[in-house]
């Protein structure tokens, strides 16, 4: 582990050092009427509103300078370009302002990302080369380094949870737009954890909530026990059950104050 954070040092600094970029342009055009940036590569994800990197449907091949989409919930990219291939700083950000994941590219190839968890909490930091080229994307990582979400680091070989599912989806409480972003996180036994942030949809609420369930499920049984529930904060709570139809753990996320549900999380099962 000590060897990783040496690596990500390196390489923050050598990014740092090395990026050099030409142009200060803001250009909020592309194919598809701004969707698309005005490359065929875009320096976040490996797909793009249904595109592979490096296959993006824009005529424009050299663009250097700064690029930006702003969809209608508020969710912003944004970074820049040399030459049509990203370089310097690329960053997602949410409808209420909250980072979702960074990521720098510098002249040789290198690269840093860091993901965050829906409250800002830093999720991951990876290090390794990254080569836009040929209509393609291409990453190798030489150093990776997870967080749980109250920001400890997860030590390799030390996680508990071998088996994830996640999702998200909207609803509306006091008439402003929320998202519940969960996460179930399973053993590959009988022990589950549930992960729930609460967030505004955009900037019109600044209402956020955290909780975390602990629980193990003996489904033969019909039989919830050991529960453990943390609220890290916010007016919010879990309501746990389990149905033979669904042979799954039913949350449902309610007010601390309120016992009808706000929100009722689907039913999920571990890949």
Same mark, same amino acid.
């Given at each position: ?10 390489? #923050?600094?050598?990014?740092? /050092?090395?990026?050099? /970029? ?28 249904? *595109? ?13 300078? !700064? ?24 960053? !997602? ?11 720098? *590219? ?6 840093? #990302?860091?993901? *965050? ?29 997870? *967080? ?17 599912? #996640? ?18 996180? !399973? ?5 589950? #954890? ?70 009722? /999380? ?6």
């Amino acid at each position: 582990m000590n060897s990783s954070k040496a690596n990500i040092v390196k390489v #923050s600094l050598l990014v740092c /050092l090395s990026i050099f /970029l030409t142009g200060c342009h803001n250009h909020n055009g592309g194919g598809g009427g701004g969707v698309y940036p005005p490359s065929q590569y875009v320096g976040l994800w490996g797909q793009y509103h249904g *595109y592979q990197n490096g296959q993006l449907p824009s005529k424009t091949r050299n663009f250097t300078g !700064h690029w930006s989409y702003a969809a209608k919930d508020g969710t912003k990219i944004e970074g820049w370009y040399k030459n049509g291939i990203p370089r310097g700083m690329w960053r !997602h950000i949410l409808g209420n302002g909250l980072i979702d994941s960074v990521s720098i *590219y510098d002249e040789n190839n290198n690269y840093l #990302s860091i993901t *965050y968890y829906p409250d800002g909490v830093q999720r991951s930091v990876t290090a390794g080369m990254s080569v836009f080229g040929n209509g393609k994307w291409q990453t190798s990582i030489s150093s990776s380094i997870s *967080y749980d979400p109250d920001g400890r680091i997860v030590e390799s070989g030390n996680e508990k949870w071998t088996k994830r599912v #996640s999702g998200a989806a909207d609803f509306k409480k006091d008439g402003a737009l929320m998202v519940c972003h969960f996460e179930m996180s !399973h053993d590959g036994n009988k022990d589950f #954890s549930y992960m729930v942030f609460v967030y505004p949809k955009n900037k019109r609420s600044g209402d956020f909530g955290k909780v975390q369930l602990n629980a193990t499920l003996d489904s033969k049984k019909g039989r919830i026990s050991n529960v453990d529930e943390k609220v890290y904060y916010g007016n919010y709570r879990l309501k746990i059950s389990f149905k033979d139809s669904h042979n799954s753990p039913i949350l449902a996320l309610v007010s601390q104050d309120e016992a009808t549900p706000l929100f009722v /999380l689907p039913p999920m099962k571990p890949n």
